[in-house]
């Protein structure tokens, strides 16, 4: 496993919900990352979240990591879940908050 992988590993590692995306939450830099960060917002989910901006090595890894070619992308609980439409789906038919619960993350009320 190389550096980039084992770094990635170790975020989802330590965040129930991490978010790989452009830019930050204060500060997205791109639309995509910021409707993630919106739905994640609203609902009141604390995650964590790395810029793939900052490094090539991370904005490349976390490609091949998943195996999925579009940033923003979001675990939870070590799953990949996916990249913004399908985070937004989910969202809009309820079924982003389920998976959350299901998983034991707490979401505001």
Known sequence: MSDAQADIQAKIDANP???FMKGTPQFPQCGFS?????????????????N????DDLRQGVK???DWPTIPQLYVKGEFVGGCDIIRDMFEKGEL????QSKGVEIAA
């Open 17 to 19: 919900v991490m978010l």
């Open 34 to 50: 910021s409707v993630v960060v919106q739905i994640l917002d609203h609902l009141g989910v604390d995650y964590g979240t790395a």
């Open 52 to 55: 793939v901006l900052e490094s």
């Open 64 to 66: 091949e990591f998943s």
């Open 97 to 100: 908050r389920t998976l959350l």
